[in-house]
């Protein structure tokens, strides 16, 4: 029995050391699968922050490609604009190619035309120099043969001259005198008249009116005739405009003078 336990215990211990080699495999199974794990996740992670860039990059190309697919279709449009525009520059290109090609053929006819007028131009001073020169000597002939007939005349005028400015210095004198007379004779009628006046007003007082007329003035009977005797303002305002009438006609017939 002994034996038989000797063998059980052993036998025990075998399944033991067995179970516990199994244990250590599967323990050492079981920390690799967790470092397995462990990497698994860190590259899923890893995998999902670079796909998460990777669609971030993609969406950004999307959005690169969009704008460039756009600035594409804009840039097709200005194409065919330029190509229109260049057609029609090339249209206008030819027109004005028309246009300098026929202008240049009328310039060339018109410089023909000024050189047949230049020549006709020279061949005309040519000939007006002849003629200035026949002229000339024509002219000088005459002038020799009108030079004395000229002094003469020129001496007749300037004698006529002198005549004319004598006679327009006596008119001058005649005229000044003519007013300064009538001046004097209007003074000389104009203090008979008032004379005249006065006259009849001291008929009109008697002596004894014309010295209390004298008292109440406080003034000589001398004076008091003086006092009559002097211009009213009518009379003054008169006789100013018909002064200044007559120098109006002195100055107008100086001017009809000077205007001669």
């Known amino acids: 029995t002994i034996k038989s336990l000797k063998n059980e215990v052993q036998e025990k211990e075998e399944q033991n050391r067995e179970l516990q080699a199994k244990i250590s495999r599967q323990e050492r199974d079981l ?9 698994l996740r860190s590259r899923l992670k890893a995998n999902q922050e670079n796909e ?32 229109q525009r260049l057609n029609v520059t090339a ?4 027109h004005y190619e028309q246009m300098y090609h026929k202008t240049k053929d009328e310039l060339e006819k018109k410089d023909l035309k000024l050189s047949n007028l230049e ?7 040519c000939a007006m120099t002849e003629l200035e020169t026949a002229a000339s000597q024509q002219l000088h002939g005459l002038a020799k043969q009108s030079g ?13 001259s002198d005549r004319v400015e ?38 009109g007082l008697s002596q004894e009116s014309v010295q209390l007329a004298a008292s109440i003035l406080n003034v000589s009977t001398t004076d008091l005739e003086e006092i ?12 100013k405009m018909e002064s200044e009438k007559d120098k109006e006609w002195l100055h107008y017939i100086q001017k009809l003078l000077e205007a001669q």
């Open 148 to 160: 004395q007939a000229l002094e003469t005349v020129q001496k007749k005028l300037l004698l006529a």
């Open 31 to 39: 920390h690799m699968k967790r470092h397995l794990i462990e990497d």
């Open 91 to 94: 249209r206008e290109k030819s």
């Open 166 to 203: 004598q006679f327009m210095t006596f008119v001058k004198a005649l005229t000044r005198e003519l007013q300064h007379s009538v001046q004097e004779l209007r003074i000389k009628i104009k203090q008979a008249k008032k004379k005249e006046e006065v006259r009849a007003c001291k008929k």
């Open 228 to 239: 009559l005797e002097v211009e009213d303002d009518e009379e003054t305002a008169k006789t």
């Open 119 to 125: 020549s006709k131009m020279i061949e005309t001073e």
């Open 52 to 83: 998460k860039t990777c669609n971030e990059t993609l969406e950004s190309l999307e959005r690169k490609v969009k704008a460039l697919n756009e600035d594409c279709s804009n840039k097709k449009t200005s194409i065919v604009s330029l190509k």
